[in-house]
């Protein structure tokens, strides 16, 4: 039997102006380059950070197709332990272009919130990268924790989500989803 060791390792890909991830718009900048291999498919990354909101790393989960990716959570989870993470942002893109979050993403980010608050992880944000051209905001992504009505509006909830961690992080709040 072969005894296997479990490891994570850390390799520079870029620079950004600060070393704090406190705003959408800063998240989105650490992403830059992140989707430039393979613009025609949708593709799940998670950013893992620190109690002070400073990134540990950021790494693929998963890489589907042009309309979609499958995300099992325990996968996501289980890299968030390896960096000893205790706060994080998912970001995938559309290969469309178009940020809006789908019916799909709405599920998702209510399914991850959940999850969240039992694994004691505060989940800051899910992010869509999209082009700033086809964005009907210009912006180029979407963001939950920045505009939590545009998702709300994407659909009605099944259930009523928990209630969100409402502790503050450096300078960023924890937002509930409410429905």
Known sequence: MKIREAKISYKTVGEIGSDLLD???ADAEYMAGAFDDRPFQEAIWVIG????NRPLGRHLLAIGSDGAALLPLKYMY???LLMDASAFILVHNHPSGDPTPSRDDFY???KIIRSAQILTFDFLDHII?????????????????????????????????A???????????VVPFSS
Do not use: C, F, H
């Open 108 to 110: 998702l980010t209510q």
């Open 23 to 25: 705003s959408s718009e």
């Open 78 to 80: 289980k890299t968030l």
């Open 129 to 161: 990268i999209g082009d700033k051209s086809l964005d009907p905001a210009g912006a180029g992504w979407s963001s939950w924790s920045a505009e939590p009505q545009k998702w709300n509006d994407a659909v009605k909830p099944v259930e009523p989500a």
């Open 163 to 173: 209630p969100g961690n409402s502790r503050r992080v450096a300078s960023r709040q």
């Open 49 to 52: 950070l620190n109690r002070k």
